[in-house]
């Protein structure tokens, strides 16, 4: 497995083996890696001739400097996950110098408004880090392919907006998300939780699963008062948020359209960990 710190070896590298007609995938992780990761891999490994995965910590995306700092961060036993997937596979865990060449901003980009409902009204500068860090990656990598998990459906459309509006040459495709036996998304995050934490947490999604079908014979409305209820009752979790929104604007749903999509979006808080989920209400 060939593994790089540095992006110019990666980009020389990447150079090397590169053909008329091969293809390169790559999958932008944070570390702390788990089987959401891994399938990811998987799925780029099966549809492209070279996979890169990149493990960095992408300061500029963190508002909360405690939630930086609390990050876990494993590499050595990401490399062995990622060995025992396939020795195909190429790393690149690079230095925050290495990305950012010792000036430590954001970008500012225009998401046409993805990037202010949700996560963006709860995490100011977030998407800025965001697209500053892909793009950057984009850049160094320059993938056929890239691949992000579901669960982050707002970075997603985020992601497929900052290619549009740059003309990257870069096909983004989501996957569906990985979720614990509870039915728990699997998150790097989740490594904060207790077992008995994890556990508790499998409320998030079973309220999720209970609202699409609530959604399919009431409003909007009453659907999230109902989830807001739920929540008010038990004391282990703060509701941040919840909202059904329009997949592919994410402004709020106000009133049904049996020709739109909806999704809905949650954001809890369990002892100070921040969680994230969403499902598809069609």
């Given at each position: 497995m060939q593994i790089f710190n540095g992006k110019a070896a990666l980009m020389d590298f990447l150079k090397s083996i590169k053909t008329l007609n091969s293809t390169i995938g790559f999958v932008p992780t944070m570390g702390a890696l788990h089987q959401g990761h891994l399938s990811l891999m998987q799925q780029s490994l099966s549809e492209n001739q070279n996979t890169v995965v990149s493990i960095f910590v992408n300061p500029t995306q963190f508002n909360n400097p405690e939630d930086l700092?609390?990050?876990p961060r494993t590499l050595d036993q990401d490399i062995e996950k990622m060995a025992s997937l396939s020795p195909d596979l190429i790393v690149y865990a690079p230095s925050v110098d290495d990305i950012y060449e010792g000036k430590i901003l954001s970008q500012t980009f225009d998401f046409e408004g993805l990037e202010n409902q949700m996560e963006g009204k709860f995490r100011p500068g977030h998407f800025n880090g965001v697209g500053t860090i892909v793009k950057r990656l984009f850049e160094i990598v320059t993938p056929t392919n890239a691949y992000f998990g579901e669960k982050d459906f707002q970075q997603l459309q985020i992601v497929k907006k900052m290619v549009e509006k740059n003309n990257l040459a870069v096909?983004?495709?989501g996957c569906p998300i990985h979720r614990e036996?509870?039915?728990?998304?699997?998150?790097?995050?989740n490594e904060r939780l207790t077992e008995v934490e994890k556990?508790?947490?499998?409320l998030i999604y079973n309220t999720l699963i209970a609202a699409k079908e609530k959604f399919q014979s009431s409003s909007s409305k009453?659907?999230?008062d109902w989830v807001k209820k739920t929540f008010d009752e038990n004391n282990s979790f703060e509701l941040e948020y919840f909202q059904i929104a329009d997949e592919s604007t994410l402004l709020p749903c106000i009133r049904k359209n049996k020709n739109k999509k909806y999704r809905?979006?949650?954001?809890?808080?369990v002892n100070n960990i921040r969680l994230i989920d969403t499902i598809s209400l069609n």
């Open positions: 700092l609390k990050y096909n983004v495709i036996k509870s039915g728990l998304a699997m998150s790097s995050r556990k508790e947490a499998a009453l659907v999230s809905a979006f949650i954001a809890v808080i």
